[in-house]
């Protein structure tokens, strides 16, 4: 485990923290005045690789060299000019600092950001972190990677969890659940809804499935699987044969058979490495999916049965009213899509880069 310390004066500016992979939805924007959840896990931090927050520089600002060099295959509106490598954590996990006032951002709910670091250490006065939790955005803490370090506890980085015991303890994550809002007459309310995590993790797969397709017609299994992603694969790819088949792979699943050219896998939680066949075929595109995504899609929960006829006896668990449900078709997220996509190598391909230029377009007839 480990705390980050402030790097001017060393103050311990958090709680003892474990590493895990930082989720899909990290920089998602969800709806208009919803109240969406803090980010992490209590206890644990992410590392976000990418430049976060202002000040921002417009795509024409920005040389072709540089935008290749920072992983950047296609154009995009604005890229941000902040330092790499902030630590993201839950707000309840920071320690030794103060809000800064005159850097509450432009937010109408909440802090956005959007004016850089608000918080600062309460010893030395240095801004170390941002604290973010206006409307839509999930609620986090970044500490800044230039102002802080870690110190590793005892000495000992405790070894990451097994495949096998990562899926017989991890969790799934539903796809359906209760949004909260704010803004209305009565105060706040609720309606259900796909699962802002999920469509995180759809718009990032999706970005993977589009490369992996080769631009040709792509079929996922049926179900579940084929709601979240065979809407938008069939809009986004061309018809006819020949087609490429996904099927859902990972540990403890049968081996996929010699047909098979995509593979839906899960991302370990800890290390955020794509799982692995140990017999890979270099043919075979591994797409990620976060373990609670892949858990559900692996192993979803069963409806509870229904009598053929007559009423359900008194001892068994009533199924009524029935299970909410959207309404709505699945949308992949737009923006979880789009920085996927554009960091991948294969977005310099012409048909890819035509696709992204057409997102508003996908997105107004409603397939983000």
């Known amino acids: 485990m480990f705390v980050f310390v402030c790097a001017s004066c060393d103050t311990e500016l958090t709680v003892p923290l474990s590493q895990v992979s930082l989720p899909p939805h990290a920089r998602q924007s969800y709806g208009n005045g919803v109240q969406l959840p803090v980010l992490m896990e209590p206890g644990t931090f992410a590392v976000d690789p990418d430049p976060w927050g202002g000040p921002w520089r417009t795509w024409d600002e920005i040389d072709p060299g540089e935008a290749e060099a920072r992983g950047i295959n296609a154009p995009v509106y604005a890229l941000s ?11 309840g996990d920071i320690r030794g600092t103060r809000l800064m006032p005159e850097k509450r951002g432009a937010a109408c709910c909440g802090l956005d950001g959007a004016d850089g670091p608000n918080l600062a250490c309460v010893t030395c006065g240095l801004p170390v972190a941002t604290r973010v939790d206006d409307c839509s955005l999930w609620q986090a803490v970044r500490l800044s990677s230039d102002a802080v370090y870690r110190i590793l506890l005892e000495g000992v980085e405790a070894a990451p969890l097994s495949w096998k015991k990562v899926t017989e303890t991890g969790e799934s994550t539903p796809p359906i659940e209760p949004i909260a809002t704010w803004g209305g007459r009565l105060g706040s309310s609720h309606y259900w809804s796909w699962s802002p995590q999920w469509e995180a993790a759809a718009g990032q797969a999706l970005a993977h499935l589009l490369v992996a397709s080769e631009g040709q017609p792509v079929k996922v299994p049926g179900g579940l699987t084929a709601d979240v992603f065979q809407r938008a694969l069939d809009a986004l790819l061309p018809a006819g044969p020949p087609t490429r088949r996904a099927v859902l792979a990972g540990p403890g699943r049968p081996a996929p058979d010699a047909g098979v050219d995509i593979l839906l896998v899960p991302v370990h939680p800890q290390t955020g490495q794509t799982w692995a066949p140990a017999s890979p075929a270099t043919s075979v595109y591994p797409v990620p999916l976060p373990l609670g995504v892949w858990l559900w899609l692996t192993s979803p929960q069963p409806n509870l049965p229904v009598p053929a006829s007559g009423g359900i006896p008194q001892d068994v668990l009533r199924d009524d009213p029935l299970p909410p449900r959207p309404n709505s078709l699945f949308r992949a997220d737009r923006g979880s899509f ?15 880069r035509e696709i992204l230029a057409n997102l508003t377009q996908y ?6």
Request: glycine residues 6%; without cysteine; hydrophobic residues 50%.
């Open 363 to 368: 997105t107004s007839t409603g397939l983000f």
């Open 338 to 352: 789009q920085h996927a996509l554009v960091r991948l190598p294969a977005a310099r391909s012409p048909w890819l």
């Open 81 to 91: 000019d902040s330092a790499p490598g902030a630590i993201v954590i839950a707000p």
